[in-house]
């Protein structure tokens, strides 16, 4: 063969032992087998048929089985129970996540505004904190940690010492004062 290294698969002798798979891998391989398609076809149900977030939900539901295998009933009845309705509770709190969450959207090439220069970024910067100076302190702290910081309403409730709504209300208020202030100056 002139110089070239041939690649074999490696063969496993007759008297090596198979590797042994882990107790809860061993689970998980079962629940999936058994209650895969089943608990695939719930989470379709409960994203509105988005295949890709179901697919999340599944995996998200047998990772944390995985996690908690050794605290896991292994009735069948109990098994289907529990991965249910840890499925439903992750598609609760990711409908929760983006309804706090403003919509996403992606820019497509004719979208974007064409060849803007660090000018008008620096003006724009300049007229938005001269806007945000016009804002109450609770205001611009609650901007500050929702948007600037990217947190999430608890997050930014938590590091404020205040209550998840007392800053939805203040970002509620503070982005219309701003809004105002940024028509006002054109």
């Known amino acids: 063969m002139c110089g070239v290294a041939q ?3 490696p063969q496993r002798r007759r008297d090596q032992p198979f ?6 891998d061993e689970l998980i391989r079962r629940l999936y087998q058994e209650f895969g398609s089943a608990l695939l076809g719930h989470a379709m149900r409960l994203t509105g048929h988005d295949r890709q977030w179901a697919e999340d939900i599944v995996q998200e539901t047998l990772l944390r089985a995985w996690r908690n295998a050794e605290k896991l009933e292994r009735d069948p009845v109990m098994l289907r129970s529990w991965l249910f309705t840890v499925a439903r509770r992750l598609v609760i709190d990711d409908r929760r996540k983006r309804s706090v969450r403003p919509k996403e959207f992606e820019l497509t090439p004719s979208d974007e505004t064409p060849g803007r220069d660090e ?10 904190a001269e806007a945000m100076n016009g804002l109450t302190e609770e205001h611009r702290e609650a ?3 929702t948007y600037l910081r990217d947190r ?5 409730a938590a590091a404020l010492g205040v209550p998840p709504g007392t800053v939805k209300s203040r970002v509620y208020y503070a982005l219309r004062a701003l809004r105002r202030a940024l028509q006002e100056r054109g």
């Open 119 to 128: 000018a008008d970024s620096t003006l724009s910067a300049i007229v938005i």
């Open 7 to 9: 690649h074999r698969r």
């Open 143 to 145: 901007i500050l940690e």
């Open 152 to 156: 999430t309403v608890s997050e930014a």
């Open 19 to 24: 590797p042994v798979e882990s107790l809860e």
